[in-house]
């Protein structure tokens, strides 16, 4: 999944340095109209056209022979009984093409979300005062069997970014929290360390990234869902790290994940709307 991930970020990089001068919300939104003609085509290809023709086609007889026959019992009885029955096969006829498109469909809202949905971390100057809960909070999981061993956990912060409060541990549940904040802009590495093995995650503060995402963990889903950075291996100690970043604000939209995706059903539904008529697609 590394490797797709790698090749489809790619191709978002290279498409949105193409486009960079219209913003990030007109880009937003061409990226998802885009995609939902794609998926339109996709289904049109994938799909039965003519059973779901058909079905749609017989779904209206029985509901105007309802309609002709609304005083005879038995005539309105089987023709709801026709209407519930080519009712089903057609919701069956839409829902099998869409199915194969739910992975593509995923791993387009997941790049959306990396590139539009976060802002980078505030830039704490050295003489800011600074509460506590004001910085940013990195939390680190181990594998379950392995909580024992975060007693050896160490983090390695770059010049520019700088901890506030001691490495917090619980062996009991493997887990450990530090905050920490940028004293300068820029897009940082920060290396965690147990026992040979070291992992890292990256930290954007002051200045965006092309992609920024808040947690690495491992396994399929979370691959699929933060591609901007590979997936944990296997047979790492660690099970996730992660920290929040700032969500970014939309309008009309709620801000960050949400917002984007929202964004991305409503546009990509349009878009595929405005298009099926000319590309005689049935749905």
């Known amino acids: ?60 007889a029985h509901m105007i022979e309802i309609r002709l026959y609304q005083d005879d019992l038995a005539i309105v009885g089987r023709a709801i009984g026709k209407v519930f029955w080519h009712n089903a096969r057609y919701l069956g006829l839409n829902i099998v093409p869409i199915l194969p498109l739910a992975l593509p469909f995923t791993i387009v809202a997941a790049q959306l979300v990396t590139r539009f949905g976060f802002e980078p971390a505030p830039v704490h100057a050295q003489t800011q005062p600074l509460l506590a809960g004001g910085g940013t909070t990195l939390a680190i999981e181990l594998q379950r069997g392995e909580e024992g061993r975060i ?107 949400e917002g984007v995706l929202l964004y991305f059903l409503l546009v990509s539904m349009l878009f595929g709307l405005a298009v099926m008529k000319p590309l005689k697609v049935q749905i």
């Not at 999944?1 to 913003?23: E, H, K, Q, T």
Request: charged share 20%; with cysteine; glycine share 8%.
């Open 1 to 60: 999944m590394n490797a797709l991930n790698g090749i489809v970020n790619a191709i978002f990089d290279f498409v949105c340095r193409l486009a960079a001068s219209v913003g990030s919300l007109t880009l937003l939104i061409l990226l998802s109209g885009v995609f939902g003609v794609l998926a339109l085509v996709a289904f049109k290809h994938l799909s039965f056209q003519k059973r779901i023709k058909a079905a749609k086609d017989k779904i209206k």
């Open 151 to 257: 007693a050896n956990l160490e983090v390695h912060y770059p010049a520019g970014l700088e901890p506030v409060s001691p490495l917090v541990r619980m062996p009991e549940s493997g887990k450990a929290w530090q905050e920490f904040v940028a004293r300068k802009p820029g897009c940082y590495t920060i290396e965690i360390a147990l026992d040979g093995e070291t992992q890292t995650k990256q930290f954007c503060a002051g200045v965006a990234a092309p992609q920024m995402q808040p947690e690495r963990g491992r396994g399929f889903v979370s691959a699929l869902l933060w591609p901007a950075e590979p997936v944990l291996e296997s047979r790492s100690f660690f099970k996730g790290l992660s920290f929040r970043y700032p969500d970014r604000k939309l309008p009309w939209m709620p801000a960050g994940p």
